[in-house]
Nanobody, 124 residues
């Protein structure tokens, strides 16, 4: 089992920044690829960014490219999502997830463990 706990969400004005963190415990963190997903009210949960087991490969959805950065620190068992130039349409609950597939994966069905989520609200 892997336990994931997100933090860093909150309310921010458009154009602002937030840094989300996801702390993992339970199993060897470097055995897992990690992803950040988000779900807005009435919408499906979509991938935002993903990173492979050692941080050498990443994936971003088109709408966040150039604004968001995913990174990980395997020594601290933590994955991060730096979000800059935030827009109201980024408002959602953000979830981190862990996949036993060590390469970068974008599809939610490939993820085995999920955190509880953290709310990000961007005001216009």
């Amino acid at each position: 089992q892997v336990q994931l706990v997100e933090s860093g969400g909150g309310l921010v004005q458009a154009g602002g920044s937030l840094r989300l963190s996801c702390a993992a415990s339970g199993r060897t963190f470097s055995n897992y690829a990690m992803g950040w997903f988000r779900q807005a009210p009435g919408k499906e949960r979509d991938v935002v960014a993903a990173i492979n087991w050692n941080g050498g490969s990443t994936y971003y959805r088109d709408s966040v490219k150039g604004r968001f950065t995913i990174s990980r620190d395997n020594a601290k068992n933590t994955v991060y999502l730096q979000m800059n130039s935030l827009k109201p349409e980024d408002t959602a609950v953000y979830y981190c997830a862990a996949s036993r597939i060590r390469t970068v994966v974008a599809a939610s069905l490939n993820y085995n463990y999920w955190g509880q989520g953290t709310q990000v609200t961007v005001s216009s």
